[in-house]
Nanobody, 116 residues
Framework: QVQLVESGGTLVQPGGSLRLSCVAS????????LHWYRQAPGKERELVAT????????NYADSVKGRFTISRDNSESTVYLQMNSLKPEDTAVYYC?????????WGKGTLVNVSS
């Protein structure tokens, strides 16, 4: 059974930094690309960042380029999202995602609130 468990979300001031983690289980972690999505209040869920199975290739939404970094530790079955220079518009629930055998698997999310 695939499980994705996010953590690290909290209240942070504008300009601050935060690192999110997602621990995975139930599948061969090192074989799959992983994604971070986010959903702000009243908005649709959007793709934030993607990392390939090896970690060599990474892609980002334009809104977070230069500020966010996705990484992974295949030995720990964990994917990270380092978020710097946070803005109020980054406030959202952040979700980890893995597409396995055509099925999207989601964690329950972790709330990031950027506010002074």
């Amino acid at each position: 059974q695939v499980q994705l468990v996010e953590s690290g979300g909290t209240l942070v001031q504008p300009g601050g930094s935060l690192r999110l983690s997602c621990v995975a289980s139930g599948f061969t972690f090192s074989s799959y690309a992983l994604h971070w999505y986010r959903q702000a209040p009243g908005k649709e869920r959007e793709l934030v960042a993607t990392i390939t199975s090896s970690g060599v290739s990474r892609n980002y939404a334009d809104s977070v380029k230069g500020r966010f970094t996705i990484s992974r530790d295949n030995s720990e079955s964990t994917v990270y999202l380092q978020m710097n220079s946070l803005k109020p518009e980054d406030t959202a629930v952040y979700y980890c995602n893995a597409l396995i055998a055509g099925m999207a698997n989601w964690g329950k999310g972790t709330l990031v609130n950027v506010s002074s």
